[in-house]
């Protein structure tokens, strides 16, 4: 055993140095390289719109070959986390907003030189920033807005849902939307930690206090947002039983024509184009004030790659290039982090849905997704868990957050 | 499908530890070698894929590590923490609670299965077929068809309790129900496994015996009670030990049907394990706890194969 062991030992530094070697001589430009690149962001759909760009990448660059794998977004981190652990990670790797601390402290991914920070969203490229030192290049921005379906609200004699819509505005408009009759729901809102966060800022509460070492939420405000959130099921939305937070259940509703309004992401845009009603958008209602839910994504290079240079160029082009912009306004596959405000415009032409201003107007007023230094994910998986026990009816919302914040405080304090 | 294979298998399994003494004396250097040429195989697989990994999560159980930086040692702090963690009971508690449900309902399921298809019976490699299909299906599939079963608000089994005028639970939406709709899942899909161990259990059992307590005017039930039973005890024992070892370490079906909720009523010990690891970054205090669960099936299988002295007869 101590022998096989020390022989491991042995090959594994002769290895070491062999790829040690190997990183630090220059490669020839015209050596063929092959780069795997992980993602999520384009599975369900955007597939072919990814490979689009991988296209026009290789072309451009005739010795590198491009491998691609695309996993769901349920499985990505669980599959990244593993292949970091086992050293088995992609050149270049997919990460959201959430993730990427993690990913960046715990030195998995290269130091990036931008040669054109300028063409990226300053919000974006900083998002993704340490220090200065870029290890990730934002690909896509997205943000959650209300989507109505008009032909029910034509049906109700109902006014559209504007841009100055409060939390009352939506209320009133489920509750005369919402039939027993022929299974018609009100408006439909996840309960979860990615919407709570939201409404507390749309109620003028926060979810985490200033040196974020401990909730905020659990105030008047916060209850008040709570119960805004948990109070649609059963009344002007589905309850769990009858099938509410099961995956896509809210985009299948509307597309049955049996939902009137929905709180989801741009990115269900693709989903809904076939829908055969008249949909449009509006920015999501506040109640003291407004406030969005906005996502972005970004791929970073693997520190431990043999080819660093080629993921980088490659993550430039995937992120910026003239390619990708056409690509993503084209299909309305997320927004494009593109600076230029000009090269947006064009995505406010497209139709389906009409109001694409909304978009846009989203931004004006973001809440950010409170992050911890520990304890990220199971501080979402606590508040989701406890807001739905108040959904169910199982805890009051005043318990339900009160003991969430023990819960919590104990695991990030 | 090869069940009367199958069936065979673990009957020999069973009457192993009644044969074991036989060869002990041979020892020559070519039969030990022949004996490792044999095992050879098997103890590969198992080196690499169990005792290895087990190794290692020792190793990792005194460390804090979440699988992306590297790891640190803190000695026995996972431990500490674990054993002053309530969850830690919790997930112990959901565990039991599932086994205490599970074994029950697969084992007289298993064993009504198995003598009514020990019978002569039209059809009966086929009856004994179907019954073994959920065996080899996978988990995941059979979460799902049970997830539509038990959906409480147009599931089959809601709709049909409904006929009678029986307003149905909440399934695995209810925390009160959901270990319990697990449970039914899961004792379905082993039905067949039991079935078949039991199955090769009677048809070992010397028929001579039935035609003796005939003779001395033992009638069905007590047939069954004075000879079946206990002759049926090593098969019984086996079938305990492995669904008590499998019930310790049950997730797939807790994974695939509840994740663990609603309200963390189905965590248990190995879901825990999964989301200490994957979601929560602490692979170092799963480790450890995966350590305490191993110490816990050992202990437990142990006590059995003291206890079967008093219980298990080998004819």
């Not at chain 1, 064009?346 to 849905?353: A, C, F, G, S």
């Not at chain 2, 009367?4 to 250097?29: D, F, K």
């Not at chain 2, 049909?160 to 039914?184: E, K, N, R, Y």
């Not at chain 2, 090769?200 to 004075?226: C, E, F, H, M, T």
Request: proline share 5%; aromatic share 10%; net charge negative.
């Amino acid at each position: 055993m101590k022998h096989s062991l020390l022989a491991a030992g042995g090959i594994l530094g002769v290895s070491a140095l062999l790829l040690s070697a190997c990183a630090t001589e220059p490669a020839s430009s015209d050596d063929p390289v092959t780069i795997t690149y992980s993602n999520f962001t384009s599975a369900g759909g955007n597939e072919e719109n990814l490979q689009t760009i991988i296209d026009a990448f290789e072309a451009e660059n005739p010795n590198v070959t491009v491998d691609v794998t695309t996993l769901p977004y349920g499985d990505y981190f669980t599959t990244l986390q593993t292949d970091l652990a086992a050293g088995t990670v992609a050149d270049l790797v997919d990460t959201n907003y959430d993730f990427f601390p993690q990913l960046a402290s715990s030195g998995s991914l290269a130091p990036l030189e931008v040669t054109n920070p300028e063409s990226y969203r300053e919000s974006l490229i900083d998002a993704y920033s340490v220090d200065g030192v870029s290890y990730g290049l934002p690909s896509s921005f997205s943000d959650v807005v209300l989507y109505y379906n008009a032909d029910l609200f034509d049906a109700a004699g109902l006014d559209y849902p504007t841009s100055d819509w409060t939390w009352s505005d939506e209320m009133a408009a489920a509750k005369a939307l919402t039939d027993a009759g022929t299974g018609t729901w009100g408006s439909h809102q996840p309960v979860s930690f990615y919407e709570f966060y939201k409404v507390l800022a749309q109620n003028g509460a926060s979810f985490l206090n200033d040196d974020g070492t401990a909730v905020a939420f659990n105030t008047p405000k916060g209850i008040e947002a709570a119960e805004w959130l948990t109070s649609k099921s059963g009344t002007v939305m589905p309850t769990i039983e009858q099938g509410q937070g099961t995956a896509d259940f809210d985009t299948n509703l509307f597309l049955e024509g049996k939902l009137g309004m929905m709180h989801s992401g741009i990115w269900v845009f693709g989903a809904l184009a076939e829908a055969p009603f008249a949909w449009d958008i509006a920015v999501e209602p506040g109640n003291t004030q407004q406030a969005s839910a906005v996502f972005s994504n970004a791929v970073g290079v693997s520190a431990a790659s043999d080819h660093i240079a080629e993921a980088s160029a490659f993550a430039e082009f995937l992120t910026s290039s003239q390619t990708m912009v056409d690509v993503r306004l084209d299909s309305g596959w997320e927004l494009p982090p593109t600076s230029d405000e000009d090269q947006l415009a064009v995505y406010l032409t497209k139709d389906t849905p009409a109001n694409r201003q909304a978009v846009f107007d989203s931004l004006d007023s973001i809440a950010l997704t409170p992050l911890v230094e520990k304890g990220q994910q199971e501080m979402q998986d606590i508040v989701t868990e406890e807001l739905i026990e108040a959904q169910a009816g199982r805890k009051s919302v005043a318990e339900a957050l009160a003991s969430a914040e023990e819960r919590i405080n104990a695991v990030i304090g | 499908m090869a069940l009367s294979t199958v069936g065979i298998t673990p009957a020999e399994t069973i009457t192993t530890p009644q044969a074991g003494g036989v060869r002990r004396r041979r020892t020559s250097a070519g039969y030990v070698l022949t004996v490792c040429a044999f095992l050879l195989p098997s103890a590969i697989p198992l080196a690499l894929f169990v005792l290895g990994p087990m190794i290692a999560a020792a190793w990792i159980s005194f460390t804090e590590w979440n699988l992306i930086t590297p790891m640190e040692f803190i000695g026995w702090a996972n431990y500490q923490s674990l054993l002053a963690d309530e969850r830690t009971g919790e997930v112990f508690l959901h565990t039991l609670q599932y086994i205490a449900g599970y074994l029950p309902l697969v084992y007289i399921g298993g064993l009504a299965l198995a003598l009514a298809l020990n019978r002569a019976l039209k059809g009966r490699s086929l009856w004994r077929g179907i019954y073994f299909l959920p065996v080899v299906t996978s988990w995941i599939a059979v979460a799902i068809v049970w997830r539509w079963l038990l959906n409480p608000n147009n599931g089959v089994v809601n709709v049909a309790l409904g006929w009678f005028g029986i307003d149905g639970p909440g399934w695995w939406t209810d925390p009160d129900w959901a270990m319990v709709s697990i449970i039914l899942a899961s004792a379905w899909k082993d039905l067949g496994f039991v079935m078949v161990i039991l199955l090769a259990g009677l048809q070992s059992i010397n028929p001579d015996l039935y035609d003796a307590a005939k003779v001395d005017g033992a009638g069905p039930w007590s047939r069954l009670k004075n000879v079946t039973i206990p002759m049926l005890s090593p098969s019984t024992f086996f079938v305990v030990v492995i669904s008590l070892i499998n019930g310790f370490q049950v997730f797939d079906q807790v994974y695939a049907m509840t994740g663990g909720g609603p309200g963390g009523s189905t965590q248990v010990v190995v879901q825990q394990i999964y989301d200490l690891t994957f979601r929560y970054g602490a692979a170092g205090e799963a480790s450890a706890l995966s350590w305490l669960l191993f110490i816990v099936i050992l202990a437990v299988t142990v006590i059995q194969i003291i206890g079967q002295k008093k219980w298990v007869h080998y004819a």
